[in-house]
């Protein structure tokens, strides 16, 4: 079983950028998909980004598209989430995940995904 550490987060001015990273311990990252989601303060939990095992396939929330990038190094058992252009609705605690289903991935909530990191905050002051 993958366990998850995220790091990266931080405290950025409107229109910054962020690069989070999520590293994985355990000897099968390269077979799962990885994800991330993002909590917010009163709100549910929301998708933002997800990678297949190669990383040649990719997928995005709509409010991230053209900003976010997910990226993966299978060889470091890392996965990245490049934040640019960053609006203060960005705001959120942000979870890696990983899963066997890609579909499951994308599905919106992230419900009964396999493993979670512990989330990193990221707050982005107007």
């Known amino acids: 079983q993958v366990q998850l550490v995220e790091s990266g987060g931080g405290l ?6 962020l690069r989070l990273s999520c590293t994985a311990s355990g000897r099968t ?7 991330w989601f993002r909590q917010a303060p009163g709100k549910e939990r929301e998708f933002v980004a997800a990678i297949n095992w190669s990383g040649g396939i990719k ?8 900003r976010f990038t ?6 470091k058992s890392t996965v990245y989430l490049q ?4 609006k203060p609705e960005d705001s959120a605690v942000y979870y890696c995940a990983a899963d066997k289903g890609y579909s499951k991935m ?6 009964s995904l396999e493993v979670w990191g512990q989330g990193t905050l990221v707050t982005v002051s107007s």
């Open 29 to 35: 990252f390269s077979s799962y998909v990885m994800g």
């Open 12 to 17: 950025v001015q409107v229109g910054g950028s």
């Open 70 to 75: 997910i990226s993966r190094d299978n060889a």
């Open 106 to 111: 994308v599905a919106g909530r992230g419900r």
């Open 83 to 86: 934040m640019n252009g960053l």
């Open 59 to 66: 997928n995005y929330a709509d409010l991230v598209k053209g």
